[in-house]
């Protein structure tokens, strides 16, 4: 959907493609100095991501939360209850400032996403039962609850989606699993609408990470040390970026699909996340401008963001012309020995962790927080 603000500056060149420009940080004080509200009316940004890293580091800068803890310490609250606390108000803040863009937008924008604890990644059950606590606590329209693309993750992300909850799916890696994640959301929306819910108002995206993958298998192509290794650096993670879009489109086409269209609904789309660049080498663009789709979000650092007011070169579409390059790349990676679907678990699973690893140190600074 193109984005009504546009402007001629890079950042609205993107958004006349099609791409909807969200920020990947959240924080008390850049709720509270009008930061976020300066980037929507500046820079584009219709859509706000966190993860448990963001939080984790929003703690420890400044002293916003502390009046908050300090009432949460009085009160004697748990550290698990503690952390909703705060999450919830700092995303139900966030979502008041974007409500307007939501409005503009047809309920496609304007969104706030807030993840499940990390921790839950492969138990269904607590996914679906944290989502429902998290959408009742937060209590607004343009929420995305994010619950990983874990095998476990799946079933929660049709179960949520039935319920009217909009989700935006995370820690998506792989080709395979980035499919399994379409039949969940089609299945999702499919029984909402079996269940007399407005499918016009659930949202989804699918967050297909891209810094990551090219970090990882470069290490690998380095290891193997041939030239011909060396020459497929930094191709990977936009390659497998693109033959994603390719899915979006099969799906898009589908019957399936046309028959929940014509009901009101709209599309999951695929949104790139991990777009700052991991290797200083590479241009610190190369994730947005690389990515330029119709129907596509993608969630930037403020550097990123910032990176690409400043200089990004936005020359149209740079997906769909590029399949069989992708193709290409892909192939030419195993035959110089890179195991994609190890590649791709590795990730996952490395992903999974280093959340829950960010979440154990949110938990422990929200417990020196509540100690004073």
């Known amino acids: 959907m193109t984005n009504p603000r546009a402007t001629t500056s890079p950042l609205g060149e993107l958004s006349g493609e099609g791409v909807a420009v969200w920020l990947d940080d959240i924080s008390r004080e850049r709720l509270r100095s009008g930061n976020l509200a300066k980037l929507i009316a500046e820079r584009n940004v219709v859509g706000v991501t966190s993860n448990p890293t963001i939080f984790e580091k929003a703690l420890t800068e400044g002293d916003a939360y502390d009046a908050q803890t300090r009432d949460l310490a009085l009160r004697g609250v748990s550290v698990d209850e503690a952390v909703r606390a705060i999450t919830g108000y700092d995303i139900r803040w966030a979502a008041d400032v974007l409500r307007p863009v939501y409005e503009s937008t047809g309920r496609v924008d304007g969104r706030v996403s807030l993840e499940v604890d990390p921790r839950l990644a492969h138990d269904t059950e607590r996914t679906v039962a944290e989502a429902r606590a ?41 080709l395979e699993r980035y499919r399994q994640v379409m039949e969940a959301f089609l299945a999702g929306l499919e029984r909402a609408r079996e269940n007399g819910h407005d499918i016009a108002g659930i949202q989804s995206v699918a967050s297909f990470f891209v810094s990551r993958v090219d970090a990882e298998i470069d290490a690998r192509l380095n290891r193997i040390g041939t030239d011909e290794a060396a020459r497929l650096r930094g191709r990977a993670a936009i390659a497998n970026a693109r033959l994603a879009y390719q899915a979006f489109e099969e799906v898009v086409a589908s019957q399936r699909w046309k028959a929940l269209a014509a009901a009101g609904a709209t599309p999951q789309r695929p949104l790139w996340a991990s777009t700052g660049v991991k290797d200083p080498a590479y241009d610190d663009t190369r994730y947005v401008t690389g990515l330029v789709a119709p129907d596509t979000v993608n969630t930037m650092p403020e550097a990123t963001l910032e990176a690409t007011a400043d200089h990004g070169e936005v020359t149209g579409d740079t997906v769909r012309d590029g399949y069989a390059r992708a193709r290409a790349d892909l192939d030419a990676l195993a035959e110089v020995g890179v ?30 927080h509540l100690r004073g």
Not at 136 to 144: A, G, I, S
Not at 343 to 354: M, S, T, Y
Request: aromatic share 12%; no cysteine; glycine share 8%.
């Open 134 to 174: 998290l959408w009742w606590l937060v209590d607004r329209p343009n929420l995305m609850i994010k619950i990983p693309a874990t095998p476990e993750g799946l079933p929660a992300i049709t179960r949520a989606l039935a319920e009217g909850i909009s989700v935006n799916v995370t820690l998506i890696f792989s």
């Open 339 to 368: 195991d994609y679907d190890d590649v791709v678990q590795f990730l996952e699973d490395d992903g999974v962790a280093k959340f829950e690893r960010s979440w154990e140190g949110f938990l422990e600074g929200v417990a020196r």
